[in-house]
């Protein structure tokens, strides 16, 4: 009776302990549930917004070596001008690397037709700088598209 009565007092605790157990095992689960539920909510609210954004594309510059033309003045004035070429596409950034000493040519020219005191305020090199993106973007011949330049930005700008 002995040898009975250990075996049936070892059945009883246990229960109460895996019951706890279980429990405990139920409640990590569900918090575990929650936090994932809540992850998903928060998150999944935010993925689909940034999914609609579309990526910035990668700017593609052309950059012209700087150019030092006379100015139209009285005694001896000239510009110093660095310039950068923003292109649409690298179809476009070629064909300006293939026709460079053409639309170095054009620029020249063009700048070169400047007083000094049209080139002065922040208006002026804005005003300018549209100017030479038109310019460059005539088509060099009748059988070729415009260039493709979206925009002109100016590195270096000196008016002496």
Do not use: W
Not at 72 to 101: C, N, T, W, Y
């Amino acid at each position: 009776m002995a040898t009975s009565s250990p075996g049936a007092s070892a059945t009883p605790a246990a229960a109460p302990r895996s019951s706890k157990l279980l429990i405990g095992l139920l409640l990590g689960v569900a918090l575990l549930g929650v936090g994932a539920a809540g992850y998903m909510f928060l998150h999944g609210r935010s993925a689909p917004a940034e999914a609609a954004k579309p990526l910035p594309e990668k700017p593609i510059f052309v950059t012209l070596e700087p150019l030092t033309v006379n100015l139209q003045a009285e005694g001896r004035k000239f510009l110093h001008i660095g310039m950068s070429l923003k292109v649409r596409d690298e179809a476009a950034k070629a064909q300006i690397v293939e026709f460079m000493p053409e639309l170095r040519s054009r620029a020249l020219l063009m700048l070169s037709n400047r007083a000094p005191d049209t080139l002065m305020s922040t208006e002026d090199k804005a005003k300018l700088a549209e100017e030479v993106r038109t310019e460059l973007n005539r088509p060099l011949s009748d059988t070729l598209p415009p260039q493709g330049i979206a925009s002109v930005s100016f590195n270096t700008f000196v008016v002496q």
